[in-house]
């Protein structure tokens, strides 16, 4: 495994000495080839220009007409697909691992299979059977990747609920839970049993056929989460739209109750909180007040968001109040504050309270190191860190060479499974994006001192 011998802070690590804040400054990028800073960079400069955002599922089909799929592909491949996915098989994706390992990097596998909102219902149940075997692959494919065999259950994995359950039925259930004094016919208790038991759940805001797809999602949820246990995976369950995440957090809800119990070493089941809607301190203090008072561990990942303008318009379009923050610095305000909570819950209740900080904003790491360091909380210990794979870089990598666990989102699948995935991601991150600028700067600034510094380096790898 590469190690450096440059440090990238005047400390030895956040807990030696006086704490000393980690330089963002691009230095770490000496790790990292001069094709692959190129090519981030063009990607980058790509992906920050609107019109190819906006129309990039149109592009792609005319590509695919005008130039044919064998050249279009390696296009692709060679630029977009190459920068943020690790591969279409699993020896690709280990390819990828590995290399991210020896720059002090963790993988955080996620499978790009979804069910958008109001979309044409696909094949049915098959549809979900069929992703659910996808899920189970990628908990064996995550597990198989790390170095070695570890005891503590530090791998992870995301999980995206809407590829295992139609949203129609998570619309259904966010508003019966919705309703004053309704909720308790679903309870997580209730949802609890019926996934153990696997006896019929019968929920009176439900048709025979609802109910017959809620049993059937419930049962692939449990069979995920037991065989991710069984290997030793940690699963984040990811946020969606507020029409669908109280019914998302119910079944999270309902997974802890079983699978984050003090005598599983949990916890294996998180849950995601968005600092962009505005009750989401609120949510966060309850339900971790809620896990502790109930014995039972609790992990977040801690986002900004990222359906900010669909949120807005569909509360324009209901007539129905606003859910997210006014702007950017009330949703930076409003992470600082779950930050600080989730920091002091860990710090109080140690490894029965896992967080990842799920975040691109240099402000918002220093702070999570800083009180890290305060609290007496290890770098490679119940916090961690997340961006995306092919992003940020010159954070992961200055938090990874530091000792910090750090992982990179990575999706992986074939180019026609991913590119559209890709394409809505970048749709929703429209301002993380734009916010790539002083990446783009740092990525121009290091190839300018490659270039006409010192000449050009050869990669580590």
Not at 177 to 199: F, H
Request: aromatic share 6%; net charge positive; with cysteine.
């Amino acid at each position: 495994m590469l190690r450096t011998c440059r440090m990238l802070c005047s400390q030895a690590g956040p807990s030696a000495g006086g704490w000393q804040p980690l330089s963002f400054d691009g230095g770490a990028f000496h790790l990292k080839g001069t094709g692959e800073l190129t090519r981030a960079l063009l990607v980058l400069r790509l992906c920050a220009w609107p019109p190819l955002v906006t129309h990039g599922l149109a592009l792609q089909a005319w590509s695919r007409r005008l130039l044919g799929s064998r050249l279009s592909g390696a296009l692709l491949r060679a630029s977009i697909y190459g920068q943020f996915v690790a591969g279409e098989t699993a020896e690709e994706v280990r390819g990828c691992v590995l290399q991210l390992q020896s720059l002090g990097l963790r993988p955080l596998l996620a499978v790009p299979i979804e069910e958008e909102p109001d979309s044409a219902v696909k094949t049915g149940e098959a549809w979900y059977e069929g992703n659910l075997s996808a899920m189970l692959r990628c908990v064996d494919l995550s597990r198989g990747l790390l170095e070695t065999p570890d005891p503590m259950g530090n791998a992870l994995m995301q999980l995206k609920m809407t590829a295992l359950m139609s949203t129609r039925l998570c619309k259904e259930l966010a508003s019966w839970v919705r309703r004053p004094g309704e909720s308790l016919e679903l309870s997580p208790e209730r949802l609890a049993e019926a996934m153990d038991s696997g006896q019929d759940l019968r929920v009176s805001c439900l048709n025979t056929e609802q109910t017959r797809h809620l049993q059937a999602s419930l049962s692939r949820l449990q069979r995920v989460v037991q065989h991710a246990r069984a290997q030793r995976v940690r699963l984040l369950v990811d946020a969606e739209y507020t029409s669908l995440n109280p019914a998302l957090s119910l079944l999270v809800a309902a997974l802890a109750t079983r699978w984050n119990s003090s005598r599983e070493g949990g916890p294996w089941v998180w849950n995601t909180y968005q600092a962009y809607l505005k009750d989401t301190y609120e949510r966060l203090r309850r339900d971790a007040e809620a896990a502790d008072r109930a014995g039972l561990a609790f992990g977040v990942k801690l986002v900004r968001g990222a359906y900010l303008d669909k949120e807005r318009e569909m509360a324009r379009l209901q007539g129905t109040e606003d859910p997210t923050q006014p702007d950017y610095e009330a949703t930076s305000q409003s992470y600082s504050r779950c930050l600080e909570l989730m920091l002091t819950q860990v710090s109080h209740r140690g490894p029965m309270c896992h967080l990842m900080v799920a975040s691109h904003n240099e402000d918002s790491v220093r702070q999570a190191t800083k009180r890290m360091w305060e609290l007496g909380i290890p770098p490679d210990g119940p916090v961690c860190f997340g961006q995306l794979l092919g992003m940020c870089d010159h954070v992961s990598l200055a938090l990874g060479q530091a000792g910090y666990a750090v992982y990179k989102s990575i999706p992986y699948g074939s180019l026609e499974e991913v590119v559209p995935y890709l394409i809505r991601r970048a749709q929703e991150n429209r301002s993380v994006l734009r916010g790539a600028r002083r990446e783009q700067e740092l990525l121009s600034q290091e190839l300018r001192r490659r270039l006409l510094g010192r000449g050009l380096r050869v990669s580590p790898r």
